[in-house]
């Protein structure tokens, strides 16, 4: 005999019953005592009248179905480590790094749309800064004092903070850090009556700055994830050696560090990145202690990694060793290049000036007779070159040692109307002809160490995610929360 309506509302309520009390079985491991005993109770209370209107249950199993579900949502949305495009992306406990955008400036001019306010680092007390709306005041040091305007406010480090973040710019002729910036500004005078500029900010700002200035606009979400953990290494990284030394700033604001462009520079993507990933770090375990270390990165390895022991002569550790990336990277326009065509003449002066800048043997070498390769690494990358001078004086240089010297005051170069003079990298064979160096063959642009800024986006572009990425790049490495 088939069952009537009511009848199957009632078996189909039986079996919400067992669905209820299995989902519950399922979710005890994620949800809380507390949690899952009130849900206990409502699973009891939906059903607690088995002679009472078909309604009433039905009504109740809805909201059951709310709270079984909503544990769910939480765990699996992206709500714990989502972003929020706001326009402040400060964090608590973020450390702050301290960048520095210019130095040995005579003056600088603010430009601000609402008041600011300024102290002396010695000071407590802040200082109201009126400055007229969009038009520039002057800051100069004179004599150890500095002036704003027409105001003179003391001597030592001057601290200028804006109203909010984005309404004061510093501008210096045609400097490269010419912008606004989140965080303060910090004035630090220098003995011949320069000073620096330095920009304190919390680091997940910093690294805001940073993505948008060392990727492609157009990359995958999850290769600016994958920067972000790298660019937030490595700043922390340089905070907690610039501490040992006594520094006043941390990094520089250009590819002497990474390349950091305030405010203007950041993308909703940027931003995601930065918030997305926050306080994640990558680290290596020694002596049973997780510690961070430079994760160094450039542009294409064009296939081939170098390790930092070769490319620096710092210490071996496995994050940072040699690997191949085949043609993972392929896609740069840097993966092939070539040839570099320069005269030994030519080279003979830039390597004198590099050794000069460098205190090297090599700014007495006579005129420059070879280049060859004197060492390979284990998937083929040259690492190290011998070069020969016209007296028969060897002198042996890493990879990057070689790249240097040849793009030294290349900008000088008389003949460089006949073509690019300068390597982008050291993955390159060389070819010594009676009058001229040819650098053929050569391969990705930067030193080629840690990651590769090409090998991510192909990375990101096969479905890898970004905490992959950055392993995948650092082999032996593990990821951490610093903050």
């Not at 430009?111 to 407590?124: D, G, K, P, V």
């Not at 150890?144 to 984005?166: D, K, R, S, T």
């Not at 003979?348 to 006579?366: G, L, P």
């Amino acid at each position: 005999m088939e069952p009537n309506s009511r009848q199957r509302v009632h078996l189909w309520i039986d079996r919400s019953r067992y669905t209820a009390a299995a989902l519950l079985v399922r979710l005890r491991k994620y949800i809380p005592a507390r949690l899952e005993y009130l849900a206990d109770v409502l699973r009891r209370w939906v059903f607690r009248h088995e002679g009472e209107s078909i309604w009433r249950p039905c009504l109740r199993m809805a909201l059951l179905a709310i709270v079984c579900l909503l544990p769910v949502v939480i765990l699996f949305s992206p709500l714990g480590c989502g972003v929020q495009h706001e326009t402040k992306l400060h964090v608590a406990n973020a450390p702050i790094v301290r960048v520095r955008l210019m130095q040995g400036v005579g003056s600088v001019q603010l430009i601000a749309t609402e008041s600011a306010r300024f102290r002396l680092a010695t000071e407590t007390v802040w200082h109201p800064l009126n400055l007229r709306s969009a038009q520039a005041t002057g800051v100069t040091l004179v004599d150890g004092q500095w002036h704003i305007g027409n105001l003179v406010a003391g001597g030592g480090q001057l601290v200028i903070e804006p109203g909010h973040e984005g309404t004061l710019s510093i501008t210096s002729g045609n400097n490269p850090a010419n912008g606004s910036y989140r965080g303060r500004y910090r004035l630090l005078p220098m003995p011949d009556g320069k000073f620096d500029l330095i920009n304190d900010v919390d680091v997940d700002s910093y690294v805001a700055g940073v993505l948008a200035r060392e990727l492609k606009q157009d990359w995958h979400s999850e290769t600016y994830r994958a920067m972000a953990i790298v660019a937030r290494t490595y700043v922390l990284y340089e905070a907690s050696t610039s501490q040992l030394s006594h520094r006043e700033w941390d990094v520089y604001a250009d590819t002497r560090s990474q390349v950091y462009g305030g405010i203007a520079a950041e993308s909703n993507k940027s931003r995601d990145a930065a918030s997305y990933t926050s306080s994640v770090v990558v680290a290596f375990e020694q002596n049973g202690k997780a510690q961070i270390f430079k994760p160094y990165y450039s542009s294409c390895c064009g296939g081939v990694t170098q390790s930092a022991l070769d490319a620096f002569g710092e210490s071996w550790i496995a994050p940072l060793s040699d690997q191949t990336n085949h043609t993972d990277c392929n896609a740069s326009p840097n993966f092939n290049w070539g040839p570099v065509v320069i005269r030994k003449d030519e080279l003979t002066r830039r390597f004198r000036i590099w050794a000069n800048r460098t205190q090297r043997a090599e700014k007495a070498m006579a005129p420059l007779a070879s280049i060859a390769v004197q060492q390979f690494n284990r998937f083929g990358r040259p690492t190290r070159f011998l070069v020969t001078d016209a007296k028969g004086a060897q002198y042996s240089l890493s990879g990057e040692e070689l790249r240097w010297a040849v793009n030294a005051d290349a900008e000088n170069d008389p003949h460089k109307a006949d073509g690019a003079t300068t390597l982008k990298s050291s993955f390159v064979k060389v070819i010594t002809t009676p009058e001229e160096i040819r650098f053929v063959e050569g391969h990705g642009w930067g030193h080629g160490v840690g990651l590769c800024q090409w090998c991510a986006e192909h990375h990101a572009e096969e479905h890898m995610q970004h905490e992959d990425i950055v392993l995948a790049a650092y082999p032996g490495a593990k990821l951490v929360r610093a903050y």
